[in-house]
């Protein structure tokens, strides 16, 4: 399957982790004006390049779970962002990995040919 970022991937090992199997509908916080900076993993910040996790796309299995970790977020972060989006993710779409040990977050490494700001639909909106 070729990833999102496949590139950088490869260079760690083991990376991506084995994902869950089967549909999931995944959430995510995004800036609705600027949709494309929203799907921008933090592994492009040098800090960050050698973390699996870091090359995936941080999200949650539900709404709630997405507001409420948005709102343990400092100040500062949680300006970055003002709506959440849905999508629906099969087997084919990328490698969804439940990720730390909060069983509500998803990593998701989307294949480079899925689509995000088509697939991922705003929901709500936080303003």
């Not at 950088?8 to 949709?35: A, M, S, Y």
């Not at 962002?81 to 993710?89: E, F, S």
């Not at 088509?118 to 303003?127: A, C, L, R, S």
């Amino acid at each position: 399957m070729d990833l999102l970022h496949q590139e950088h991937i490869n260079k760690i090992e083991n990376c991506p982790i084995d994902g869950q199997k089967g549909e999931l509908t995944l959430f995510r916080w995004v800036h609705k004006d600027n949709l494309i900076e929203s799907f921008v993993p933090n592994g492009v910040r040098p800090k960050h390049a050698n973390n699996c996790l870091a090359w995936g796309l941080s999200t949650f299995n539900s709404k709630d779970s997405a507001i409420q970790e948005l709102n343990n977020l400092s100040k500062n972060i949680r300006k970055k962002y003002n709506a959440i989006a849905l999508c629906k993710v099969k087997d084919e779409d990328g490698v969804k990995h439940q990720s730390g040990n909060k069983k509500h977050h998803y990593t998701f490494y989307p294949k480079s040919s899925f689509d995000l700001i088509t697939n991922f639909q705003i929901i709500e909106d936080e303003n």
